[in-house]
Structures are given as structure tokens and as C-alpha cells.
């Protein structure tokens, strides 16, 4: 085991088991060292358990009128109203705010595991800004959910990525499910750039747990990748990761 993954690894393990003696340290985005409550100040549980559960109404409603698996066609109850674009998860972005470093320093102990955590949140970061802007999906947390989702997706059920026109229909669909949360559009600019970026770091510690674990075919590591992915989508998204999955190169929510 190189010592890369054993790194990612040894982060992973704080994360999985922190605990009591992890948990003495507060950050300044209200979780501790560790696992912790990484929800803290910005009081977004509970919206986020109100996401997943319009999410989840919503994809099975748009579900309606597609074909079943014997061929035959489910109808619709009724046709859909046009939503109302609110732009609930759009922010505006402060430069100045390094989460890169407070990322780094909340996850790790030693400088060089801060450094390694702050090396790929940097990484994924930039990635991930870069196909955001392309796609129309900068500074807006449904873009990070929808990363964090494919990535944990992938991390927990080996199963690959989806299409990018299926990547997109979940943003879609997780865009117009945060703007019928009006707690969300009350919510300020720091916070929600502080739940992308964590949504967006969390993500870039499963892939490169991920990778890592596969080029070295290391069963062991993919399996504490696996469960950390567990964790961290009971966390972010609120539920059982049985019920969030890749099915038919479409991601799936129940």
C-alpha cells in the first residue's frame, strides 16, 4: 500500500470512527474533528432531510408515463405545473473564504494529512469549478450535491458514472427540489458556499479513496471506501444508500 492511500485511509478511518476523543475540536463550520455534526452553524439538516424527501416525491412523479419494465406505460396522475425558478441554491461566492484550509484542518491531524486533504480538495475543487461553469451550474449547491451523489454513488456500488445527460437530469431535478424549500432561500451566501464546498471536498476524498483502492486492486480499501461512502450519504443526503443508485446510467432515488 503506497503511502497516498495509506493517507486517505488513515482520514477515512477518523472519519468513520472519531468519536468521542475526535470530537473535542470545534471548526469554524460547526462540525469537530472527525465525524461530528458537520451540519453546525449552518443549520442545514434538517434541510436536507426536507430535500431528499421532496427529491424523492418528485423523481417518482416524473417517473409517471415512463415505461415499465414489461413495455407498458405508467400513467401520469396528472399533468406537472411549470416550476418556479426561485434559485434557492444559488450564491454568491466570497474569494476571500479559504474552506480549502479549513477543510484540511478539520479532517486532519498531522501536517501531512492536512496537506494531502487540502491537495485534493484543491484538485477536485478546480475540477469540479471548471465543469460546473461549463455546464451553467456555478455557485449552486445543487452542483455539488450532484457531484457528491455521483461520486458516493460509485464509491458504494462499484457501479460506474452516469451519462452526462443523466448527471444533468439529476441536477435538474435536485435545482427545482431546492427551490421548494423556503428555509434554503433564506439561507446566506457563506453557508451555502460552505455546504458546496464540503459537498464538493467530501466527494474528492471518496474518488480519490476510490481510485487509489482500484489501480492498487486493494479489496480492503475499497471496502473502508465503501463505508465511508455509507456514512457521508446518510449525512449529506439523509438516507440509506441502498435507496440513492445507478440504475440504467440514470441515478435513482427512493
Keep these: 500500500m ?5 493517507l486517505i485511509l488513515a482520514l477515512a478511518t477518523v472519519l468513520l470512527i472519531g468519536g468521542d476523543a475526535a470530537a473535542q475540536t470545534s471548526t ?18 434538517q434541510t436536507m432531510q426536507s430535500m431528499y ?26 399533468p406537472a405545473a411549470p416550476s418556479v425558478v426561485r434559485d434557492h441554491g444559488k450564491y454568491t461566492p466570497d474569494l476571500r473564504v479559504d474552506n480549502a484550509t479549513t477543510f484540511a484542518n478539520a479532517l486532519g491531524d498531522t501536517p501531512e494529512e492536512r496537506a494531502l486533504v487540502k491537495q485534493i480538495f484543491t484538485a477536485t475543487k478546480a475540477a469540479f469549478d471548471k465543469e460546473a461553469a461549463a455546464r451553467g451550474w456555478n455557485n449552486n449547491i445543487a452542483a455539488g450535491l450532484t457531484f457528491f451523489t455521483v461520486a458516493a454513488i460509485n464509491s458504494y456500488h462499484d457501479a460506474g458514472e452516469p451519462s452526462d445527460e443523466a ?29 458546496n464546498d464540503m459537498a464538493v ?16 486492486n486493494d479489496a480492503a480499501s ?26 440504467n446510467g440514470s441515478i435513482v432515488i427512493r
Excluded: C, H
Design 2 to 6: 503506497n503511502k497516498r492511500i495509506s
Design 28 to 45: 469554524p463550520w460547526g462540525y469537530n474533528t472527525g465525524y461530528g455534526n458537520v451540519y453546525g452553524t449552518y443549520g442545514l439538516a
Design 53 to 78: 424527501n421532496v427529491a424523492r416525491a418528485q423523481s417518482r412523479t416524473r417517473a409517471q408515463g415512463q415505461p415499465s419494465p414489461s413495455g407498458a406505460s405508467q400513467p401520469a396522475e396528472r
Design 167 to 195: 448527471a444533468a437530469a439529476f441536477f435538474k431535478l435536485i435545482n427545482a427540489t431546492l427551490d421548494e424549500i423556503p428555509e434554503l432561500g433564506r439561507a446566506s451566501n457563506k453557508d451555502k458556499q460552505g455546504f
Design 201 to 216: 471536498g467530501f466527494a474528492g476524498l471518496l474518488v480519490a479513496g476510490y481510485v487509489e483502492a482500484k489501480q492498487n
Design 222 to 247: 475499497l471496502a473502508l471506501n465503501k463505508k465511508l461512502a455509507e456514512m457521508m450519504i446518510q449525512m449529506i443526503l439523509k438516507t440509506d444508500p441502498q435507496n440513492v443508485r445507478l440504475e
